[in-house]
């Protein structure tokens, strides 16, 4: 829907250097680049409050949009929060969710400077747009990607959405039989990842520290297999990932196995991890490769070679993106 309605769309200020696209907008301010993204989180298709806590919603509406931000190689500065709320919210639990609001820009030294409030008759809509800041010789795209680029990934992937696998789980027994408390005993990991993500600051400024900067990026919000296709079809490009090369958290690996779940398909289509996906040239190799949180997962290729993984025993598949799709009522929460 997006590349069909991109079609009517035409930007005229010289100010506006980068439209629709990307992770976020890119607007020219003489001395540097501005970035703005948006992002709506609805109940019932990204969130559920049986299991969601208030604040850690609050904190988590904040870091999909720094993610954005950072996937510009860009340091957010501002954000503004616009909220729909019905008449079953308290003030106190209005309070709840802006607490984590402002965690969250703490964190990051983001300034709160606006928004706008409303009713709603169809449940909690939080739509946050924040704003960045980036030098015009570092900006990163998702469709500079080079041949023989490295493809990076950091953190590990997939345990967000087995946290939410337990969380549905959780919900579901108790529906049947509300007497038996939640069992969430040992999973603190996947649900944390799941209910409190964080973006990944720490490897933008690890990047800029060492001189390294990507050759294309992009954040990994919807599975690592949606995001490869995004980077790779903007950039013209094909890929070659190595399955075993995936980052996985071992936590992950078991929950998957009380699933029946294959952990590398939970990776490439569980969504919701907020890591980065990024290329490097190979001359920056020795640089990286002993960064504990970074993990070199393959190589871009020629458009014409397509998009593959390569298993454990060579064999070689294509790679299809089955993750999250906003639109896709298969997708949502429930």
């Not at 990507?214 to 790779?232: F, N, Q, R, V, Y």
């Not at 991890?273 to 290729?301: A, M, N, W």
């Amino acid at each position: 829907m997006i590349d069909h309605l991109s079609k009517f769309i035409s930007t005229s200020n010289s100010t506006t250097v980068k439209g629709i696209g990307d992770d976020a907008a890119v607007l020219d301010h003489d001395k540097y680049y501005e970035v703005v993204t948006n992002d709506l989180l609805i109940e019932g298709v990204h969130f559920d409050l049986s299991y969601t806590p208030l604040k850690h919603l609050g904190y988590k509406s904040v870091m999909v949009n720094l993610s954005d931000v950072f996937a510009m190689n860009a340091q957010p500065s501002q954000i503004t929060v616009g909220i729909a709320i019905s008449n079953r919210f308290s003030l106190e639990a209005i309070e709840e969710l802006y607490s984590g609001i402002i965690l969250a820009c703490e964190k990051f030294g983001v300034d709160l400077v606006g928004g706008d409030t409303s009713s709603s008759l169809s449940g909690l809509v939080i739509s946050i747009s924040a704003l960045g800041r980036v030098d015009k010789s570092s900006i990163t795209y998702r469709n500079t990607a080079k041949t023989n680029d490295l493809i990076c990934v950091t953190g590990n992937l997939g345990a967000a959405y087995i946290g939410l696998q337990i969380l549905n789980r959780e919900k579901q027994v108790f529906k049947d039989n509300p007497s038996i408390q939640p069992d969430l005993e040992g999973n603190d990991y996947v649900l944390e990842r799941q209910l409190k993500p964080e973006a990944r600051g720490d490897v933008i400024q690890e990047l800029k520290k060492l001189k390294v900067l990507p050759t294309s990026m992009i954040d990994i919000s919807d599975g690592l297999a949606s995001e490869l296709k995004h980077l790779c079809k903007a950039s013209s490009k094909g890929c070659r990932i190595y399955e075993v090369k995936i980052p996985i958290d071992p936590q992950t690996v078991t929950r998957c196995e009380d699933f029946n779940l294959n952990p590398t398909v939970c990776a490439l289509n569980g969504g919701e991890d907020y890591e980065l996906l990024f290329t490097v040239d190979q001359s920056v190799y020795e640089t990286i490769k002993d960064i504990p949180y970074i993990s070199i997962i393959g190589h871009i290729t020629e458009a014409s070679a397509g998009l593959a993984m390569i298993d454990a025993s060579d064999h070689e598949s294509p790679i299809k993106a089955q993750g999250w799709d906003g639109l896709n009522p298969d997708s949502k929460i429930q």
